[in-house]
């Protein structure tokens, strides 16, 4: 793949919106075919460098996939039955992914139980050497995962929901630092983890907070991995089984909110990025190890979180533009960075107008088209 498509005049947000509410408002003319109507091709692979197939080889429509990287700005690319069907932007340019490297924690969480160094999900913080308030003795990492811990609120593990960057930090203190006991870059890009997916350009983690920086191209493999359920070149790295538990809501979708409160951050170990409740009241019904799903819950009590999408659709979510759709009925990944995404709307879920709906149906009409 050129690691250096072109990207393009650059559009202003007026000229992206009207691009992107035209394009939405043709989807009904179209005619196009139900992708529960078609058999899905067996999956491929990338060898050393992703295959790159034109959209209408892949029975994708161009013109839409145009429409939506145009839009969507930044850079990334669109996978369709293990190829590239669209690349923009520079391909092998690491960013971070601030919020979307939250589920390769959980990925990792998966390679630590397989490799027996955590019993499973349901194992407590507190024996991994953590010296917790008697209230928080009792979180798993399951809870840590689903933003349910309690840590630095007032309420006990799994008692309220909160996007919760302390309780991530001490999330991924306990994998590296007391689980793995190895540097980040030593314990994902090993080649019995993310390291089999034949990474390009590897994965760097940033000192403090250990945030992953990567290419479009690498975050693409992990995009794809996660489509797949742990399969890669028809191995299971990982156990499908996993997957099929976890990769879907966790969070009761009546779960409460967090009462307003002060953080407190007993233990000195600082954020991972944002406060302990931040960025949304989103993720009762929705959220589950650190994915976000198109189900109902909490805000959003009778309409899916993409209304307009595929159900099985489910992605990584970063703020600054950075996020991962996957969407497994066809075959079908994007990943984009820097991506003009709605900032603060990134989740708000439920609204046929957020920008994560429109680009959603923008992607599966392409995929059907």
């Given at each position: 793949m050129d690691p250096h498509p072109s990207q393009g005049r650059k559009l202003s947000r007026r000229d992206a919106l009207r691009l992107l509410l035209a394009a939405a408002s043709g989807f009904g003319a179209r005619r196009l075919r139900a992708a529960s109507s078609t058999v899905q091709p067996a999956p491929v692979f990338p060898g050393e460098h992703w295959d790159v197939r034109e959209p209408e080889a892949l029975g994708?429509?161009?013109?839409?996939?145009?429409?939506?990287?145009?839009?969507?700005?930044?850079?990334?690319?669109?996978?369709?039955?293990?190829?590239?069907?669209?690349?923009?932007?520079?391909?092998a340019m690491r960013g971070d992914m601030l919020s979307s490297a939250k589920p390769v924690l959980s990925t990792l969480l998966f390679f630590a139980i397989t490799e027996g160094k955590v019993e499973d999900v349901h194992s407590r913080i507190a024996d991994f050497g953590w010296d917790l308030l008697p209230k928080d003795r009792t979180m798993e990492f399951w809870h840590l995962a689903d933003m349910t811990s309690g840590y630095a609120r007032p309420e006990p593990p799994g008692a309220a929901f909160s996007y919760n960057d302390y309780a991530i930090q001490?999330?991924?203190?306990?994998?590296?630092?007391?689980?793995?006991?190895?540097?980040?870059?030593?314990?994902?890009?090993?080649?019995?983890?993310?390291?089999?997916?034949?990474?390009?350009?590897?994965?760097?983690?940033?000192?403090?907070?250990?945030?992953?920086?990567?290419?479009?191209?690498?975050?693409?493999?992990?995009?794809?991995?996660?489509?797949?359920?742990?399969?890669?070149?028809?191995?299971?790295?990982?156990?499908?089984?996993?997957?099929?538990?976890?990769?879907?809501?966790?969070?009761?979708?009546?779960?409460?909110?967090?009462?307003?409160?002060a953080t407190n951050d007993y233990l000195g170990i600082g954020t991972y990025g944002g406060d302990s409740d931040h960025f949304t009241d989103y993720g009762p019904g929705i959220y589950g190890c650190n994915w976000w799903f198109n189900a109902t819950g909490g805000p959003n009590p009778t309409s899916q979180t993409w209304p307009?999408?595929?159900?099985?659709?489910?992605?990584?979510?970063?703020?600054?533009?950075?996020?991962?759709?996957?969407?497994?009925?066809?075959?079908?990944?994007?990943?984009?960075?820097?991506?003009?995404?709605?900032?603060?709307?990134?989740?708000?879920?439920?609204?046929?107008?957020?920008?994560?709906?429109?680009?959603?149906?923008?992607?599966?009409?392409?995929g059907r088209g």
């Open positions: 994708l429509d161009g013109s839409t996939l145009d429409t939506l990287a145009a839009t969507l700005g930044g850079r990334g690319c669109v996978i369709k039955d293990g190829y590239v069907a669209k690349a923009w932007g520079d391909q001490l999330y991924q203190k306990t994998l590296f630092d007391h689980v793995y006991r190895d540097v980040p870059e030593n314990v994902a890009n090993d080649p019995r983890r993310l390291g089999a997916l034949g990474l390009e350009d590897g994965l760097r983690f940033r000192p403090a907070n250990r945030r992953i920086s990567v290419s479009v191209r690498d975050f693409a493999r992990i995009a794809w991995f996660w489509l797949l359920r742990g399969n890669w070149r028809g191995e299971p790295v990982l156990p499908r089984s996993l997957f099929e538990k976890y990769q879907r809501p966790q969070v009761p979708p009546d779960l409460p909110h967090t009462v307003k409160a307009d999408a595929p159900s099985d659709a489910f992605m990584s979510v970063g703020a600054g533009g950075n996020c991962s759709i996957m969407l497994p009925s066809q075959n079908l990944a994007l990943v984009s960075l820097r991506g003009r995404w709605g900032g603060a709307k990134e989740i708000e879920a439920g609204s046929p107008w957020s920008p994560a709906n429109q680009y959603l149906k923008m992607l599966a009409a392409a």
